[in-house]
């Protein structure tokens, strides 16, 4: 490595690598605006995956320990163009950039006229996670926040779902402008825009108003990762957006979000105890929306609903180890890193495996035409390919063992309690959380279960289930990759947890002692955990392999009836008893439908979203009563508007003769 | 005649530009409106005149003539031209009683005198106390623009008020600048003239002047 | 990684294996002299897998690719947890020792179950599957944070050798109200995840009450053979996981022959004792509705998480 | 002698309008006049941005009146532009007959001519001459189509303006009763005089000036409690007219009440800054309410510019040099975008033939480049990032930040908030979807053009700001925080 850096100066190097992410995503971007032909948008698509690639290579350069600064000569009113990428953003470009390119790889084998405009705007959102992740100016980061919401509002346009649109886009910018007044408030006091100059600012800003700004960072993040307050625009667009830009904004977005919360928290605001009763309020709101995600996630009736709830539901889960690793790293800093890196590592993991899934539920509604869970069934038999891949997924996402869900499930677990704090209200924290993550985890189990039994086994429910249309030929390329890399990820895991720790020791300052191994109390490797679930297996497998007989093929058991198709469990069946065991909180009905002639009735049970009944609506009533009443001051009579006039007059005249 | 008579006279002519204003507050009919409004002008004139002839400053001499010439012959002329060609009725359409609009006024005049207070002991030109009867002339001109429903009631509430105006520019400062009142009287003029080809189009749309069928441009 | 460590885990291993229809048998037995029956001999499950071994194996037609993988998954599961217990010497291979490890093991085998029960596509198997889902969303943390209140109360981390022989080094003074709430939470988990009888009466066929039952209805042959040996052998080592770290006393620590001999014995009084108990409930309580059981099994995750929390107050 | 060749040329053009040549020539006239007018304007205003002031007889032009200058050169330059075969179509369908077009021409160009005046002249009286003369004919230009909603928004627009500038004249007779001691002969109304020796003007007269300016001339600019004309001129108006209004007719007030801010903020430091405050926030919660329950496609944008201008206020009102550079922003980047969306909403309302926005459906999937245009317009004035206005937004939210008006600072984020969701959630929905009405889209590239220019210069201010434009509008902010360059 280092003759290239004696020939090509440090400079150059980093100019050539920004220009090869940069130029081919510009260059789709033109293109797509101005053609519209199948073939042009498959050019798009492929000059995207080139800046994917380019945007891999970030770590492998950092490593070779190229300074990957550039600012751009051409400033803007509000600051300077610079980015500047350090470790741990480095390792996180790299990932969602092979996350990203994935995606577009199925974006271009799967949906034939998915048009220009679609991959151009898959370039912008590129550029955007790329230099909201690479932003060393408050300007840079906000914009290219900012863009993300813009253009995932804009990719999300599919048919007429313009409500769900609408609420994501006005959360979404709830949250940019919670960022834009904490970071605007940052800068003002740091005296600089430069990020990388904001070191531990937390003193400079004093205590409460620096617990205040964590608070408004977490809340404007949470905005997109789906916490509580916020999360009402999850289901919608999750169910009516077209498949990729849900993957994208459910892996890539949040692993933008995540890693820009993690360095401010840790980088720019530096934590302090004073910061301790913000920490517990983090810990109740994420645990609060794990549970509330993990519950709502096994009543839904489409699967896309069900993976918007388990987004929910990891991401709260991340959030929570990041709060655990801002109380730990007062006492135990070491046990705070171990923290950091199980959230950073289920980042990742969520990433791999819910673009997996988003996938699978995307090709099974493709070739079957059904939406609802209802009627879905059977699939494993006649698309055995997609159920295999689907069922190394599932197993991920359940936190199976040799899976990479597992590893970073394990991890959690060992960080939440591993601390041994002095005060015994914060050591209390430690069994709470733990029954949180406890819970949450077996609840996503018995999710992910259903989700797959009343998918791929069973009988299929409808026509569309009996005959479905054979899958688009390549689309199984990025799911058997993704799939893969579930299962790499969880037998190599120590090698991205390497990576991470030392990203996270730079990034949070926590003095860099030995590798992660010593942090973590069992010497047991997932590699090793991994070989021997899959010897054993083996071993099995060959102990009893001989046949006496061939296996005889007969109808399912059914104490002698025919057993037709919906004679089978339903989906809402399988929750139901989950349901009655957490009544109060789902607020559930059951209503009788009579539908048509008087004898046959259905019961139907209905779910209200209680946050949606209990603060959307009156807050929108509260809104447009208030806009009404405003309203009525343009009653359109010219006396009236004279009558404005004098009184401003008088009151002004007033003000001024008195005060 | 001696300095006392000439701010006597200046006073008067002041009291009697309010008085009119006030009495117009006060008229049911279209007619006498417009006959108060002469009476206000020529008060104006001479009250114009009495300022130049005691400062001897030719300018204002020059305004007194405009004003007289504009505001007393040209302006009520075209507005009875107007209300011949619209032949609109006489009956003035008040959504403020008489009685109301008395009682409005005379809060207005207090009004007036309170707010004007510091401005006065701050002045040191002879016809500084002329200033408060300035701002109440303006105030009951924006008055009667607020409670009258014809279009010419409203837009003689607009001329009134301007000639409150005038009486206070002199007022503060013997007249502003002269390119200034004269390109204040060409403006008056003008939108007069436009006032008076959009009173023409609405008496064509709605064959009337009064203002509260214009009712609908407003938020639903 | 000494090799004589993982020698005698793997000894332990077989011995659990080997050892589990046989206490699957004496608890019939139990229940049988209890309702004052003769019942099967001890080693009926021994044939009664032979039997299965031997027998054809009958595939439904909706069964997808992972019938043939689930009884194989279960019994690995299993067969690991098996070489992880401490049976007679406490001490467990270094890098096996993890706790958690061991629990997430325990859900890896749930799962596959309730993904076998969907298989076949019956009533049946999708009522066991989701009554075990309901079940399992409450026994899982229960048995989680007892396990953990250990490793907090002995501050010996996940290495669950250290945890047995610290509670063992402390002798009478480790009898403290999380070893105590800790142990009746394991308990009451023990029963509920072994499907016996307040929770589901593993004896009977009868759809309505099935639900470890339902879950293997499809299966046949040597598939059916391996999900018995693997429920017996989940019993079994809950069991030893009692007998070695909630009443840890007797357990071999060291290698000597003379302690390994007394540990044999002190083990199968202790796995004789819970097996009588065991048999004593299973005839003298009837089974619980099943939405009863929900307030029982929250009771057994409010006492595991008390005794945690009763570390840190008390 | 170059402004009045300025101020004389779009006159002439004008002039020219009268003749009685075909609509052909008409046209040819129209464009080779705003061609003309615009070339004016950039070489007149070359030297004074740059720091040069021209300090003739009645003209005097700095970098403040440069700037606005340009702003209004450009965007009437692309007015004209687009109005070419805006006009055209509406003659074709018989809305319009060639007397009114050529009538339409003549008061545009006069209209540009007396906008031009006012950004340049020297004097207070003479600014307030100009502002009254816009008013007045750009009354004709709302009044265009005869029907009754028309003649009714022309008559409130003239009847309010004129008392609004009524006031402000008694504002300058205040002004000149508190400068007539102090700077002699007739000089004593010149902005350049007044900023000079503002400090020893008397205090109660200016503050009563205040008073009356900011109420005049706000009843101009369209602040609340007094901006009532303001929705129903720029709804009535045809679109290229009410596009010119709102981007320039409004900077016009501004630009008399920034003026005389510089003047009184010498003077009595904070009191003309609070009462723009209080006239800005009135304005931004008016305006935000209005856009949520509105109907109309062009109400809903004429209360944007309430907004816009309220937020402008605001940013004067703050005072610290990084808010009245984002005020300054605020003004370029709204009169960039919103004759950008006036102009997409006239291509809208002109071939749906309606301004009701629940009627207008399926815009991308009928007409290709204005559904793009729409969208990219409707991103901008809701203040999305890649557009100047989210800039804008920025530096005033950190301009109150700086100032420590945390609670203003809150407040605008949260009022903007709003707007946004108003805008979005009235503006997307019509984009998508399908309509069943056949429905062409205007072909000419002329109007293709104007849009796409205003698309490119907004997006080139949204991202970028060379050091050059930098050093204007540093000019400009030391200009209005009363020192001269």
Redesign the interface.
């Given at each position: 490595m280092d003759i290239l850096n004696v020939q090509l100066q440090d400079g150059a190097l980093a100019a050539a690598f920004f220009v090869a992410v940069f130029v081919p995503a510009l260059a789709g971007i033109l293109l797509g605006m101005f053609f519209r032909s199948n073939r042009v948008a498959n050019v798009v698509a492929s000059l995207c995956i080139v800046s994917c690639i380019s945007g891999a290579s970030t770590y492998f350069l950092w490593n070779a320990g190229i300074d990957l600064s550039y600012t751009l000569p051409l400033p803007s009113a509000a600051g300077q163009y610079m980015l500047s990428i350090d470790q741990l953003s480095a390792t996180m470009i790299s990932f969602s950039s092979v996350i990203f390119m994935l995606i577009v790889v199925h974006v271009v084998k799967s949906t034939s006229d998915s048009g220009c405009k679609y991959s151009a705007l898959l370039n912008t959102l590129f550029l955007a996670c790329f230099s909201c992740m690479a932003a060393d100016t408050a300007l840079v980061l906000l914009l290219s926040w900012e863009m993300v919401t813009l253009v995932t509002f804009l990719l999300s346009k599919n048919g007429d779902n313009e409500k769900a649109r609408w609420l994501f886009f006005v959360i979404a910018h709830i949250g940019g402008m919670m960022l834009i007044c904490a970071f605007v408030y940052i800068s003002s006091v740091a005296g600089t825009q430069i990020l990388s100059q904001w070191r531990d600012l937390g003193p400079s800003l004093g205590d409460m108003t620096s617990t205040a700004l964590v608070l408004m960072i977490v809340l404007g993040f949470g905005s997109k990762l789906g916490l509580i307050p916020f999360h009402a625009w999850m289901p919608n667009l999750y169910a009516s957006a077209p498949i990729h830009t849900t993957a994208l904004l459910s892996t890539v977005c949040s692993n933008v979000a995540i890693l820009v919360l993690m360095e401010s928290i840790f980088t720019y605001i530096g934590v302090s105890p004073s910061m301790s009763w913000a920490a517990f309020a983090i810990i109740a709101l994420a645990a609060a929306t794990a549970l509330w995600g993990a519950m709502e996630s096994l009543v839904q009736k489409e699967p896309k609903k069900i993976l918007a709830y388990s987004s929910m539901e990891n991401m709260a889960l991340v959030v929570l180890c990041m709060a655990l690793g801002a109380v730990y790293i007062g006492e135990s800093p070491v046990m705070a890193k171990l923290v950091l890196i199980a959230a950073m590592l289920h980042t990742m993991n969520h990433a791999v495996f819910k673009s997996l899934m988003l996938m699978t539920i995307d090709t099974v509604e493709d070739c079957t035409g059904e939406k609802n869970i209802g009627n879905m069934g059977g699939l494993s038999k006649t698309l055995p390919v997609l159920s295999v891949v689907a069922i190394v997924g599932v197993l991920s996402m359940a936190a199976i063992p040799p899976t990479n869900g597992f590893v970073s499930e394990w991890l959690m677990i060992q960080s939440i309690m591993g601390a041994d704090l002095e005060s015994k209200a914060m050591s209390l924290l430690m069994p709470l959380a733990l029954a949180a993550v406890g819970i949450c985890g077996m609840m996503m189990a018995a999710s992910y279960a259903r989700l797959y039994g009343f998918v791929f086994l069973g009988r299929p429910r409808s026509e569309g289930m009996k005959k479905p249309r054979p899958m688009k030929k390549g689309t199984v390329f990025p799911m058997a990759v993704l799939a893969l890399l579930c299962l790499a990820m969880g037998f190599f895991a120590t090698v991205f947890m390497d990576v991470l720790t030392s990203g996270i020791e730079s990034a949070t300052g926590i003095p860099s002692g030995p590798g992660y191994r010593s942090v973590m109390s069992g010497e047991l490797l997932p590699l090793l955990l991994g070989v021997t679930v899959t010897a054993v297996l083996v071993l099995l497998l060959w102990a009893f392999r001989k046949e006496k007989r061939k296996a005889r093929k007969t109808r399912t058991w059914g104490c002698g009836e025919k057993l037709d198709s919906n004679m089978q469990y339903s989906s809402i069946g399988f929750s139901q008893p989950l349901v009655k065991v957490f009544h109060p909180f789902y607020g559930d009905t059951s209503v009788v439908k009579e539908s048509g002639d008087k004898d046959n009735k259905t019961l139907v049970m209905e779910f209200s979203e209680p946050f949606v009944k209990y603060l959307y609506r009156p807050v929108a009533a509260i809104v447009s009563v208030l806009s009404e009443r405003i309203g009525r001051i343009q009653t359109g009579n010219i006396q009236t508007y004279f009558g404005y006039m004098l009184a401003t007059l008088v009151v002004a005249l007033l003000a001024v003769r008195l005060l | 005649m001696d300095q006392i008579l000439t701010s006597n006279l200046i006073d008067i002519f002041a009291v009697c530009m309010l008085l009119s204003s006030v009495l117009a507050m006060a008229s049911v009919r279209m007619r006498p409106l417009i006959r108060l409004f002469i009476l206000q002008s020529v008060f104006l004139t001479a009250f114009e005149f009495t300022v130049a002839y005691s400062q001897n400053e030719p300018e204002i001499y020059v305004m007194a003539a405009m004003t007289f010439g504009i505001k007393v012959l040209l302006i009520p002329k075209m507005l009875q031209y107007i209300m011949a060609r619209i032949k609109v009725d006489d009956e003035m359409a008040l959504s403020v009683g008489i009685p109301g609009s008395m009682l409005l006024s005379a809060a207005l005049i207090i009004f007036s005198y309170f707010v004007s207070e510091p401005l006065i002991i701050t002045l040191d030109t002879a016809e500084r106390n002329s200033l408060v009867l300035s701002f109440s002339i303006m105030l009951i001109g924006m008055l009667m623009m607020a409670t009258r429903r014809k279009a010419i009631s409203e837009v003689v509430g607009l001329l009134m008020a301007e000639n409150g105006l005038f009486l206070g520019a002199i007022a503060l400062s013997n007249g502003m600048p002269f390119i200034v009142e004269l390109g204040a009287f060409f403006d008056v003029l003008i939108a007069m003239i436009i006032i008076g080809i959009f009173a023409f189009r609405i008496n064509k749309s709605f064959d009337s002047v009064d203002t509260t069928l214009l009712r609908r441009l407003k938020e639903e | 990684m000494n090799y004589a460590e993982v020698a005698i885990m793997l000894m332990q291993a077989a011995a659990l294996i080997l050892v589990s229809p046989l206490v699957a048998g004496i608890i019939r037995k139990f229940k049988a002299l209890m309702q004052n029956r003769v019942g099967a001999s001890v080693f009926q499950p021994y044939r009664d897998l032979l039997k299965l071994f031997r027998k054809e194996t009958v595939v439904s037609e909706n069964a997808s690719f992972l019938f043939r993988a689930i009884p194989l998954v279960c019994m690995t599961s299993m067969v690991l947890l098996a070489a992880m217990t401490p049976f007679v010497y406490s001490g467990v291979a270094a890098p096996y020792a993890d706790v958690i490890a061991m629990v997430y093991i325990f859900t890896m085998f749930r799962f596959a179950m309730v993904l076998g029960g969907l298989e076949g596509g019956s009533a049946f198997g999708g009522m066991g599957s989701s009554r075990e889902a309901m079940m399992s969303v409450l026994i899982e943390p229960a048995l989680l944070i007892s396990i953990m209140t250990l490793s907090a109360m002995t501050g010996a981390g996940f290495d669950i050798t250290d945890i047995s022989s610290s509670i063992i080094g402390e002798g009478a003074a480790a009898i403290s109200p999380a070893l105590l709430l800790a142990g009746t939470s394991f308990l009451i988990t023990m029963v509920a995840e072994n499907t016996r009888v307040p929770f589901d009466n593993p004896d009977t066929h009868l759809e309505l009450t099935m639900v470890h039952e339902g879950m293997l209805l499809e299966y046949s042959g040597k598939g059916l053979a391996f999900m018995e040996m693997a429920s017996m052998l989940r019993l079994t080592i809950f069991m030893a996981l009692f007998g070695t770290l909630f009443f840890p006393w007797g357990t071999a620590v060291t290698l000597a022959p003379l302690e390994l001999a007394t540990s044999v014995v002190t083990i199968a009084i202790k796995m004789l004792v819970i097996a009588f108990g065991i048999a004593l409930l299973e005839s003298t309580i009837a089974k619980m509705r099943v939405f009863r059981m929900p307030n029982m099994l929250t009771a057994s995750f409010a006492l595991s998480l008390m005794a945690m929390i009763s570390l840190y107050v008390l | 002698m170059i402004a009045t060749i300025m101020v004389l040329v779009p006159l002439l053009a004008g002039v020219l309008c009268l003749l009685p040549l075909g609509t052909k020539g008409l046209f040819r006239i129209s464009i080779a006049g705003a061609l003309a007018s615009l070339a004016t304007v950039v070489y007149c205003c070359i030297s004074p941005i740059t720091g040069t002031v021209i300090d003739t007889s009645i003209w005097y032009i700095d970098s403040l009146s440069a700037f606005f200058l340009l702003i209004s050169g450009f965007v009437s330059f692309v007015t004209l532009l687009y109005s070419k075969d805006y006009l055209r179509t509406e003659w074709e369908e018989g809305r319009l007959n060639a007397k009114e077009m050529r009538w339409f021409y003549l008061t545009m160009f006069v209209f540009v001519s007396t906008i031009l005046l006012t950004f340049a002249v020297r004097s207070a009286?003479?600014t307030?001459?100009g502002i009254?003369?816009t008013t007045?004919v750009s009354?004709?230009l709302v009044?265009m189509y005869?029907?009754?909603?028309a003649?009714?928004?022309?008559?409130?627009y003239?009847?309010?303006c004129?008392?609004?500038?009524?006031?402000a004249?008694?504002g300058?007779?205040?002004l000149?009763?508190a400068s007539?001691g102090v700077i002699p002969g007739?000089g004593?109304?010149d902005w350049p005089a007044l900023v000079a020796n503002a400090a020893d003007l008397?205090p109660?007269?200016m503050?009563?000036a205040a008073?009356?300016f900011i109420?005049g001339l706000g009843?101009k600019a369209g602040l609340a409690?007094?901006h009532?004309?303001l929705?129903?001129a720029h709804?009535?108006a045809p679109s290229p007219v009410s596009g010119m209004m709102s981007g320039v007719l409004l900077n016009c007030a501004m630009y008399g009440i920034m003026r005389f801010y510089t003047v009184s903020e010498i003077v009595n430091p904070g009191f003309a800054s609070n009462?723009l405050l209080f006239f800005g926030i009135s304005s931004l919660?008016?305006a935000?309410?209005?856009i949520?329950?509105?109907?109309d496609f062009k109400?809903m944008l004429a209360y944007s510019s309430v907004e816009n201008m309220g937020l402008i206020a605001i940013g004067l009102g703050i005072g610290t040099p990084l808010a009245l550079?984002g005020a300054m922003?605020q003004v370029l980047a709204h009169s960039i975008c919103k004759p950008l969306i006036f102009f997409c909403a006239g291509n809208i309302t002109q071939i749906y033939k309606t301004r009701t926005m629940s009627l207008i459906r399926g815009v991308t999937e009928k007409m290709r480049f204005t559904g793009?245009a729409t969208?990219a317009a409707g991103?901008a004035i809701a203040g999305?990032?890649?557009f100047?206005l989210?800039?804008?937004e920025?530096?005033i939210?950190?301009g109150a930040?700086?100032a420590g008006m945390y609670v203003l600072?809150?407040l605008l984020?949260?009022i903007?908030?709003?707007v946004?969701?108003g805008l979005?959630?009235n503006i997307?929905?019509m984009l998508?979807?399908t309509t069943d009405r056949e429905v062409s889209e205007p072909v000419s590239l002329l109007r293709k053009g104007s849009l796409a220019l205003l698309i490119v210069a907004a997006l080139f201010?949204g991202?970028?700001?060379?050091?050059m434009v930098?050093d204007v509008?540093d000019g400009m902010v030391l200009i209005l925080s009363g020192g001269t360059i």
């Open positions: - | - | - | 009286a003479l307030w001459i009254g003369a007045l009354a004709f009044g005869k029907d009754e909603s003649t009714e928004a022309a008559w409130k003239i009847l309010l004129s008392v609004g500038i009524t006031l004249l008694f300058i007779a205040l000149y009763a007539s007739d004593s109304l008397n109660v007269f503050k009563f008073i009356f109420i009843t409690p007094l009532n004309w929705p129903d709804s009535q009462v919660l008016v935000a309410a209005f949520l329950i509105s109907k109400r550079f922003f793009f969208v991103l999305a990032p890649p100047p989210f800039v804008g920025l530096l939210i950190s930040i700086g600072a809150g984020a949260l903007l908030v709003f946004f969701a979005v959630l997307f929905p998508s979807g201010f991202l970028f700001m060379p050091e930098r509008f």
